[in-house]
């Protein structure tokens, strides 16, 4: 199968091919993500998602951020009432154009962000399965590529539960993972090795910003570790996918509960907390 513009997010190339966030979704809840690879449930298209389409959709191009705003237009705008006929942009994007505003001013982000070519699409064998991915902003002549990031708050700590500490985003949300597995579906697709940046941008007034390399030797195993994640978990989620075993259920995420029958009551002492 060959992946276009038009395919990339569709439910035939995820039954292709896996990708850093098809992956995330089996590692969090088995059995919606399958449901999401069989085309049987779509994932909620939340604000955050869709301020962070917004943001990166400025940065693609003029066109790209023009055609995302036509597409999108009611969800962006307030409901209409008898004063505001039309409604008006919501608080979300008025931030979101805050954040354009401030990574526009920064010269390190415009001179390493918009020479890339944008929304690059690789693809390689990662443990023997194919994989996709779609690069930001890549720049083969000078050998790196950036990814764009909106965040809440770069100094969050998330609660990380098996390993009983906090950890900042990137951790959380598998951004070493992201940025390790481009590096190889880019090495695969155009035979380079190219340096990872990301760019982040916060949803605070004034946004914070910040440009983030992935060199240290701390910064370099975190991302071995995340493709030895894949190794070790990898063809456990193939067969379920090809549908020798079946999913689990994590019982708590909106799949689950949206899917979910009343079974055998339940003991008082036995409600899981998490
Ligand atoms: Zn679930």
């Known amino acids: 199968m060959k992946l276009t ?44 998602l869709l301020v962070g389409n917004y943001v990166h959709s400025y ?45 526009k001013q920064q010269p390190r982000f415009v001179g390493l962000y918009k020479p ?13 399965y194919p994989w996709k991915g779609k690069i930001d902003s890549l720049s083969l002549e000078n050998l790196y590529f950036c990814d764009l990031k909106t965040v809440d708050d770069f100094h969050k700590g998330h609660w990380q539960k098996s390993s009983r500490q906090y950890e900042n985003f990137i951790a959380n949300r598998g951004y070493f993972m992201q940025m390790s597995v481009y590096v190889e579906l880019i090495k695969q697709t155009f035979d380079v090795e190219c340096q990872p940046f990301m760019f982040a941008v916060s949803k605070q007034d004034p946004p914070d910003k910040e440009a ?21 978990n990898q063809e456990h989620i193939q067969s379920i996918i090809r549908g020798e075993e079946e999913p689990v259920r994590c019982n708590r995420c909106a799949y689950c509960r949206a899917t979910k029958m009343i079974d055998l009551p339940v003991d008082a002492c036995d409600i899981e907390i998490f």
């Open 59 to 103: 940065f693609e191009s003029e066109e790209a951020h023009q055609k995302f705003i036509e597409n999108k237009g009611s969800s962006l705008m307030t409901k209409p009432n008898k004063k505001e006929p039309y409604g008006h942009l919501r608080s979300e994007f008025k931030t979101a154009d805050m954040m354009i505003q401030a990574l």
């Open 116 to 128: 890339g070519q944008k929304e690059v699409i690789v693809t390689g064998n990662i443990y023997g």
């Open 5 to 48: 513009e038009e395919n990339y997010y569709s439910s035939e190339a995820s039954q292709h091919y896996m990708s850093v966030s098809l992956f995330k979704n089996f590692m969090q809840c088995e059995a919606a993500a399958l449901a999401t690879v069989k085309g049987e449930w779509k994932q909620e298209e939340t604000t955050a």
């Open 212 to 232: 983030i390399k992935f060199t240290s030797d701390e910064a370099l195993m975190r991302m071995e570790d995340s493709m030895s994640m894949i190794e070790e």
